[in-house]
Every structure is written in structure tokens, then in C-alpha cells.
């Protein structure tokens, strides 16, 4: 038994708006591409250019010397290691107040939010070049720059899992007429401290090939090496550094990987 | 089990496990030796340590109050937009170059001998700085805006290409097995068992890259690919305070307005395939790593 | 020891869970309150310790007007009432003896609990609770570990570690099977008469009621309409509270029962 096809329902027109919506992003996109200097022939020449020579071979001799890159590569880590330290630590109190699970009062609610939100709208190195400016350039600004950026990423972590976690035990701890600070640390910290701990090995992680960018903003580390190198056009001895940071961050990410399995 | 009544004969209470409170300290004892180290490694003196503080501030009195007119006709905003265009085509590029290689690079798409290189080049892509790339870049393009937009874009077909990878991986194999079914070749299997599953949560991260990547932008043109950081640093060099505090606000109030619009962007586009569809975890993992519930 | 008068009870949503109860209850007694879903039985018990506060209405335990409490005065009132929940609410990455002490936090100071260093004598409080309920012998696993019975008598041992003089319990079976809530209910009802402890009991399982209750409150729709003697309840005064008719999904099941304190 056949049913006439005026009793079939309409095909569902695609909506003007989406069309609109799909012109103006095309639009845009083309627009931004002119500004940029959008030029497909760079996908080619790329693999032309004659540069690519200056990057061959790799000068183990010198890069392998302790002074030229061992010793700032060891500044690198010490950095990671300081940043990620102070980072974190500060995060953890200030994620709890970010959240409105654990968090004391309104006022510091909200004015933890707010100033979260704007450190993490500022670029991860506008925070250390200003630094640098206003401490002087060297390791101990790179420390504080990457203290504020492990800050910044740790919080955005940390409180999401804060926000996720189970608020049972946090209502028996209450229940019980305990005060703030102890309600929150056992009712609400153990279960959310294997995540706090992933996720410090993961922002040390980050802050070792972040401490290579700051350098080049001077602020220590082996990024200056980098920078130095790059003002006088060694290629070469830039690709054997980067291999060999590539190499540090294998390990360091491998070490990690495997000391976060043992807590979880 | 009988609850223990008076009468009953009291259990040993058993003894606290040895080890644990010994646990604890080592580690806190490690983590402070190796504190120690860095701050000796790093020749970072109590004196430093007590002016900074005071130097800091002295700056940022001086920030105040921001010089937005003198910035504004150096052309500071044009140098913002400029950066945020960087961002979106340095995404695109990421995105559409991504995408195809994150289906050869899954595993429930993808033989053995195709995954494992395109994989480790995600990685590797990945693990090199945007600015790194940019220093590369700048000798074959020159300085100004496309030599950030390109460091963006191959940045991002790294962290595009396993965030991408890992969505199709999650998904359902059932609507695949079904193309199979009625005689289906790979590529419809892709087109109408693995996109329509997959392209909502890869979309969403595509835009939560656009906001990373604005920041990465602005950052870039500190070493003159473009954008708003050759701005700040010239006017920091110069020790030009207010002009520098007005070039942050206002980066940081752009900024903050694309996050705001791409994050309710993001929220419809997620909200609306799940309706669709069975949540599939890439959409859960998407919500763990941006933030957002249903 | 509870005196509510003209107690209301609504939600910010809107929803009125507590229209206009007035309750006594005396020191010594053991109260069930039994209605359906939403007829505001979780509210009522909540109401006593302030974990919802009244929209209006005074609401005096042991002494104490809990209605418009200060946070101290709150916590003070708290630490006199033990809780124990549907789904025990215990911390389950750390041991029992730990999720015992919790019972404490209104004792010890806010320094010692953060930091987990806890005096002597409330580790031996906690340890004299674990015994009163019978599973001191696991005070050093897990809690996760355990079954949902025994998480359940830790969760008991924590609310008498507080040493408490009311005792209030939020659907504290529904979780478990029928053996090992006669068990719970049984233990209840032993350090109700044994330590003279005044206790609440919500309950969703009417026969269960039947067994164990002395006096028994009915709430329907937020009201209070029943209040008496167990000994004159029968299945019409159920119904009357239910407002409709028994269904087996009221009760818990048939099955072997440890002889009841009602001898039913």
C-alpha cells in the first residue's frame, strides 16, 4: 500500500542564515588572507630555497660543548623545575577559590575569576618581555614569567576537575561543623589530588620547551643561546640544538608518562 | 557479619601501615632539593629576591594611566586586527591541512604503515615552538605577517592533527561496519559513517585553537612576523610605560572578546550534535579540555 | 531535643518542599519519617542542620535556633549532630580510619586537620567509633574498597565520632541489599538504646519502617500529616500517607530478618 507523495514531509530548507553565516566567514577569511600576505607559492619555494643548505650539517662538535648549550640547557630545566614549582603551588589555592564548590565567600569568588581571566587573556611572553623590562633580563625574570604561565594553565586544569568532583564527602565534612579550609582539605583534596599531580608533571613538561622560547626574549635559559645563534645566521648549530632539546622533551615526557600511571 | 555487641570479644585494632608518612616527606624532601638547586644553579640571589618586587612595582605605576591616544595613532589597533587575521588564516591553514591526514593517522581508519609516520610528524610539528618556526620561516619569507601566519599553521596541523585524530578514533564503529554493509567503499565510509560523528567536536576545536592561536599571534610579532608584539616591544625598549600599558589592555580586552564569542560558538556547536547523536567521547574529552558541560 | 514551629521550605527554583510543619521530638527517641519522592523528607532532615536553610519558621535543636544561625553558631550546632547519607558520602581514595576522622573537624583545630595531623586522643576517638560498629579491623583500607554495607557503618562510626547527641539519617539503605539493611537498621536502633542518642531516620522502605521505628512521621506534598506510635500504624495509615495504594516496590522484600526490635 502506497502512500501518495504529497504525504511525505518537506525536505528541511537550509536555513538562510547558515548560508549567511557560511558568506561572511569565506568573506572574512579572504580579507584576512590579502592583509596577511597570503602567498600559496611560499608552499613550494619552501623546499627550493637555497637556506636550507645553512642548516647542514649539524655542528656536533660545538653543540655538544658543555659551555655553548649543555650548561644553558641545565638552566632550561632548573628554570622549568623553579616555575613549575612556585606555578603550581599558587595555583592550588587559587583554584579552590575559583570554584564554586570550595570556594570561602562571594567576593573572593568572583575577584579570583575575574583576575584569572585577565592573566590568561595577556600572551604567555607579552608577561615576559614585561618582565624582563622590569626586573632585568636573565633567568630570574624567565623564572617569574614562567611561574605566571605555569600559574595560568594550571588553574584553568585544576578547576575544571574541582568543579567535576564529588560533592559528597565535601556535605558529610560540613555536616560534621567543620570549618572552611579543613572541609575543603578532607572532604574535596584527595579526591581531586591524582589530577593536581598529572597535571603539574604535564605543565613541567610544557615549561621545559616554554623556557626555550623565553630565551629569546632574553630571558635565559637556552633560548638565548638560540636567539644569539640566530642573529648570526648558524643554521646549522640551531637545528643541533633544537634536536637535541627534542630529545630532553622525549625523555622528560616519557619519565612523566610513567610516573603518572604509578600515582593513578 | 554479627555486629559487635558489649559481649563480644573487641578485635585487635589492626596497626597504621608503615611507610606512608615516610613516603610523603621523601617526596616533599626531593621536591625541595631540587628547588634548592635551581635557585643556586640559577644565581638567584635573596637580594634579587627582595628588589624585584619593588622594581615591579615601580614599573607598573608607571603603566598608569595607559596612553590609548598616542597608541592609537601609531596605529596599535590596525596592528591588533592584524594579528587576530594571523590567527585565523594560520588556523585555517592548520585545520584544512590536518584533517585529512588525522583520518590516515587513525587507527580504525588507516593501515599500520600510513599511521606511524603521519603520527610522529604531528608529534614532531608539535613540539617545535611557533616562534621557533617563525625564526625558520622568516629567512624564506621575510619579516611581516605570513611568516606568523605559515609558524602558526604548521604549528597547529600538529596539535589539529592528534586532537582530530584522537575524535575519530572514539568514535562508534557501528555506522562504519554498516557502510560495509551495503557495499561501500573507504571513502564512503568516511563521508557518511565517520564525518557526520566526528565534525562537530573537530570544529569545536579548531575554534579553541583560533583563541590559543590569537595569543600565539600577538606573541609572534615580537620578533617581527607581524601583529600587535613588535608594538609592545618597541614601546618597552623604549621604556614607554603608559604607551606599553595601552597596548596590553587593549590586547588583552580583543583577546578576551574572542574568547567569550568563540566559547558560546563552541557551546552551540556542541550542544547541538549532542541531540543528534550518542555522546561519543570526543565530545566528553572536548568538554574536559575546554570546559564546557552540556 | 528537635522543636520545629510552622517550618516552610521553599526552593530558589520555586518548588515549595516544606509547607508549615510543626514536630517535637524528644531526647531519647527514634523517629522514622516515611512519604514519597519530593514529599520533602530529605528537606525536613536538612532543615535540623542547617544544610537547607528555612525560608521561614523556627527551627530549635537541643537548645539552638537554627533558623538565620550565624556560620559559627551553625558549626557549633553540627558538631553536636551526627549525619550518615544514601550514598555514605566517604572519601574513597584515602582509609577508613581517615573518612572516621572527618567526624572530628569540629573539635580539632583548623591548623592540625589541614595539615592531617591529628591529636591522639581523636585518633582513638575515631577508633573506639570503628569499633562500636564493628569493623575496626579495616581502619587502615581503603574505603573504596569496602562494601556498600560496611561503607555505610563507616559512615555511621564518623557521625559518632562526633560524639553526638542527635543522630540524623538520610535514606541510609536504599543503597543496600535487604540482609545488610536490617543489619545498618539494627545498629541504629542498638546505639539509639545503648548511648541514648536521639535519631531521624528518612526511610523509603515501609516494612522497614514497620520493624524498626518507635514513632513514625508521614509527609506528603511537604505537610506533615501523620505523627504516632508505631505500634497503632497499620497499611491504611501507609496509604493515607502515600495517598495511594502499597505497591511491592514500597517494600524491601521478604526474606530471612534477624529478630526486630518490634518483633514483627
Known sequence: MTTSASAWPTRPQIRVRTYGITLALVAFTVFAARKVGFSPSTFWEVWSNPLWEKFWPIPWEWVLDGDNVIKPLIETFQIAVLSTIVGCSLALPISFAMSPLTTPNQPTYLVSRAVMNVVRAVPDLFWAKLLVTAIGIGAFAGTWALSV???AIMVKLFSETIDNADSGPLEAARAAGGRHTPVVRTGVFPGVFPAYVSYALYVFELNIRASVVLGLVGAGGIGRVLEAQRQFFKFDRILGILVLIFVVVWVVDHVSVALRKRLV | MAVATSTDITPERPLPPRGTHRRRWGIALVLSLAALWSVSGLNISFNRLVTAPGEAWTVLQQMVPPAFGKVYERGAVGKIFESVYIAWIGTLIGAILSLPLAFLAANNVSPRWIRAPIRQFFNAVRAVPELILAVIFIPIT????????LAIGVHSIGTLGKWATESIESIDSGPIEAVQA???????????????????????????????????????????????????????????????????ILTVVVVLTIDTVSAKVRRRIIVGSVSDMDSSRSSEALADLTGLRR | MIRLQNVSVTYPGGVEALRGVDLSVGEGEFVVIVGLSGAGKSTLLRVLNGLVPATSGSVIVDGTEVVGASAATLRRVRSRIGMIFQTFNLVHRTTVVNNVLMGRLSRVSPWRSTLGLWPAGDREAAMVALERVGIVEKAYVRASDLSGGQQQRVGIARALAQEPSLMLADEPVASLDPVTSRQVMGDLRRINEELGITTVVNLHFLDLAREYAQRLIGLRDGVLIYDGDIAKVDDDTFQEIYGRAITADDLLAVGEEPASPNGD
Open chain 1, 149 to 151: 604561565f605555569s600559574l
Open chain 2, 142 to 149: 621575510g619579516l611581516g605577517p605570513w611568516a606568523g601566519a
Open chain 2, 182 to 248: 551495503t557495499g561501500g567503499q573507504w571513502v564512503n565510509s568516511m563521508r557518511w559513517a565517520v564525518i557526520p560523528q566526528v565534525m562537530s567536536t573537530i570544529t569545536s576545536y579548531w575554534l579553541f585553537r583560533f583563541e590559543i592561536n590569537v595569543r600565539a599571534s600577538a606573541v609572534l610579532g615580537m620578533i617581527g612576523a607581524g601583529g600587535v608584539g613588535s608594538e609592545l616591544v618597541s614601546h618597552l625598549i623604549f621604556r614607554d610605560f603608559p604607551a606599553a600599558s595601552a597596548v596590553l
